[in-house]
């Protein structure tokens, strides 16, 4: 079955590391997005690409880095710089006119 | 001004009752729109596109007036499982090009 899966489900960071959420999807999407989302607040836009070795910035890319190697991933980094990283982080991909976006099962960061 | 804004309520109402939410947008050159429901905890899923003409699937309907730039998502008949969050979703289009903008969402709870 086509999806989005993402991983790990949970993850825990040292203050001052540098974390890999990994992201891939088999539905053959040009486009993938990351977004965070905080507790009682919306989606936020942290990166998104259009096509392979291709992404733009965000909303709130600070302390973000991705890439776009292969169609069918989209890693994001959470860098040290990025000061308050403890969030529910979600991937989607769709077509590029979409009809509504495929959503990974997310992954929830906590800074220890 | 956001681009996508909700009444974040919480929305309490018994089972079998009619609950209605709204959603204003900013941008006037907005092409699509969705909305979305997330469970606790979990990602996002698709519940329905709203069309100009307004739609309905099953129990519930959705409206776009694109005049006012406002949206509306009309719950009929409420069901406990109805309980979730409710995210208004818009798809401008442009330069905006595959990227939604989500709303923060309206807390709904339907009790017995």
């Known amino acids: 079955d086509g999806g989005i899966t993402q991983s790990p489900k949970y993850l825990f960071r040292k203050e001052g590391q540098n974390v890999t959420l990994s992201c891939e999807q088999n539905l053959n999407h040009d486009a993938m997005y990351w977004y965070r989302q905080d507790p009682g607040q919306g989606l936020r836009l942290i990166y998104y690409?259009?096509?392979?070795?291709?992404?733009q910035k965000g909303d709130i890319a600070e302390g973000y880095s991705v890439s776009r190697e292969k169609k069918e991933s989209f890693p994001l980094t959470v860098t040290s710089a990025q000061k308050n990283p403890t969030a529910f982080y979600l991937c989607?991909?769709?077509?590029?006119?979409?009809?509504?976006?495929?959503f990974g099962s997310g992954t929830r960061l906590t800074v220890v | 001004r956001k681009e996508v804004e909700q009444d974040p309520g919480p929305f309490n109402v018994p089972e079998g009752a009619t609950v209605a939410f709204n959603c204003t947008y900013s941008?006037?050159?907005?092409?699509?729109f969705f909305w979305y429901r997330q469970d606790c905890r979990k990602e996002p899923k698709l519940l329905m596109s709203?069309?100009?003409s307004g739609n309905e699937d099953g129990r519930f309907t959705a409206q776009l007036n694109r005049a006012s730039q406002y949206i509306s998502l009309l719950i009929r008949d409420s069901k406990l499982s109805d309980s979730a969050t409710y995210l208004c979703v818009v798809y401008a289009g442009g330069t905006s090009y595959g990227k939604l903008t989500f709303g923060q969402g309206t807390i709904l709870t339907v009790h017995p």
């Open positions: 989607a991909s769709s077509n590029p006119r979409p009809n509504g976006y495929t």
């Open positions: 941008n006037s050159a907005s092409q699509s």
């Open positions: 690409s259009q096509i392979v070795n291709d992404f």
């Open positions: 709203v069309y100009s």
